[in-house]
């Protein structure tokens, strides 16, 4: 998997490899490796790393009929210059049904989805990307398909369970990628939107650390509510346990949601707070995370939500001094 970068190596972010983490930094356009001694990358955003990239749709995912989602989203990305993506995948929040069969609920797909059909529809949008992007084709797209913490699923003893079954799935999906040779433009990670509002920090936690012991990446990408400078953060949440579950881990990746200029503030004081006292030094932030398309999907103003991608990405930049290397929205469109 790339996250991210070109084809030769990852530029502002980490690589996982089988025995760690590399980190690599952009010098002068040019893709080089740096391992720091916390075995983080340090960003150095440049000229040629702060062109604003191609937008790609995120989804809420609304069908089970993914192949064509997938093949859309390979076809666009040709289009765009055969360029390296993230998508994520939201399927809702996680839990169990009366069998105790792992999985979420997803109001969308008519209530629970077990995780494995869940596996079977991501790989569909997979075969979808391969199949429509031209031969030899350079797109590569990273899809990170996610759950919340959301719900009385998570928000339980068994947290770290659904984690650890969430990020086995994520396993899976990545060994089928190698089995069918298609690492050369797919590779999959999990991610979670972990947002104060939706809960406790202890139990968002336990997730992201049942999923970080399968040895897969994830990206948070939530939201910080009510966090400083504005204040405190909302049900007991701290600086600190953002940072945990954005950076802090050691397969935590950030790819946040910058609806308005107030969160791309807060996740920079939460970077700023991670340089003074974090295990990993500050944030480096893959991604800005925009809900324009998804508020136009729903005829929903979103009134002070509204950033477009592009101001998403510019509002992060500013606050934080990076250039994210991905700018996704989020849509309900099932195609």
């Not at 191609?54 to 990305?77: D, E, L, W």
């Not at 990670?189 to 992201?208: K, N, R, T």
Request: aromatic share 12%.
């Amino acid at each position: 998997m790339r996250i991210p970068g070109s084809k030769a190596a990852a530029a502002l972010g980490r690589i996982l490899a089988g025995i760690g983490v590399v980190a690599l930094v952009a010098t002068g356009g040019v893709a080089s490796a740096h391992t720091s001694a916390t075995g983080k990358a340090t960003p150095k955003a440049t000229a040629a790393t702060a062109t604003f990239p191609p937008v790609t749709y995120s989804r809420y995912v609304t069908t089970s009929n993914m192949y064509t989602m997938g093949c859309n989203q390979g076809k666009a990305s040709d289009a765009q210059g055969q360029h390296d993506e993230l998508v994520l995948l939201n399927f809702g929040d996680p839990g169990w049904n009366a069998a105790g069969t792992f999985g979420a609920w997803d109001s969308y797909l008519g209530g629970f989805v077990p995780n494995a059909a869940i596996e079977t529809n991501v790989k569909n949008y997979l075969q979808g990307f391969w199949d429509c992007t031209v031969a030899g084709s350079k797109s590569f797209m990273n899809v990170a398909p996610g759950v919340t913490n959301h719900g009385s699923g998570i928000n339980s003893s068994n947290a770290q369970a659904l984690g650890v079954a969430w990020g086995n799935m994520v396993k899976d999906l990545n060994s089928w990628i190698s089995s069918k040779s298609y690492t050369t433009q797919l590779g999959t990670l999990g991610s979670a939107d972990f947002e104060p509002g939706y809960g406790v920090p202890g139990y968002a936690l336990a997730w992201a650390n049942g999923f970080g012991s399968t040895g897969e990446a994830y990206y948070d990408f939530g939201s910080a509510d009510g966090c400083p400078p504005y204040g405190s953060c909302l049900n007991g949440w701290t600086q600190a346990d953002e940072y945990q579950l954005v950076w802090g881990n050691p397969t935590a990746l950030a790819a946040p949601q910058i609806y308005n200029a107030a969160m791309a503030q807060e996740w920079a004081s939460i970077s700023a707070w991670g340089g003074a006292h974090g295990s990993a030094g500050k944030i480096v932030f893959s991604a800005a995370l925009s809900q324009y398309q998804a508020c136009l999907d729903h005829s929903d103003p979103c009134s002070g939500m509204d950033y477009t991608p592009l101001q998403s990405w510019q509002a992060l930049y500013s606050a934080t001094g990076q250039a994210p290397y991905f700018a996704s929205e989020f849509s309900y469109q099932s195609n």
